[in-house]
């Protein structure tokens, strides 16, 4: 059973940065795709970012383009989001997911399970 674990989330002020880990276990990331997918209070789940298997191309979406970096290290089976200047809009619980193609990640799909997902909250 594929079992994404994110962690890194937390309380940052308006313009702070964290970074965000998603561990997969139950199969080896370099096979997919990976990104990730957000949910704000009270609204539907929406796509983020992706990377392919090599590290390019990566994909995201116009709202966290040039603040956020997206990364992956496949030996440690592990994708990163890296969000700079955070704004109370990006405050949402963020899911990894892992897909064959971009357009499945943009579909919000993901193979195997979902995980628990990390809370980030943007507040001053």
């Known amino acids: 059973q594929v079992q994404p674990v994110e962690s890194g989330g937390g309380l940052v002020q308006p313009g702070g940065s964290l970074r965000l880990s998603c561990t997969v276990s139950?199969?080896?990331?370099?096979?997919?795709?990976m990104g990730w997918i957000r949910q704000a209070p009270g609204k539907d789940r929406e796509f983020v970012a992706a990377?392919?298997?090599?590290?390019?191309?990566?994909d995201y979406a116009d709202s966290v383009k040039g603040r956020f970096t997206i990364s992956r290290d496949n030996a440690k089976n592990t994708v990163y989001l890296q969000m700079n200047s955070l704004k109370p809009d990006d405050t949402a619980i963020y899911f990894c997911?892992?897909?064959?193609?971009?357009?499945?990640?943009?579909?919000?799909?993901?193979?195997?399970?979902w995980g628990q997902g990390t809370q980030v909250t943007v507040s001053s």
């Open positions: 139950g199969s080896t990331i370099s096979r997919y795709i």
């Open positions: 997911a892992l897909h064959s193609t971009i357009s499945g990640i943009r579909r919000l799909a993901t193979i195997g399970s």
């Open positions: 990377i392919t298997q090599r590290d390019w191309p990566t």
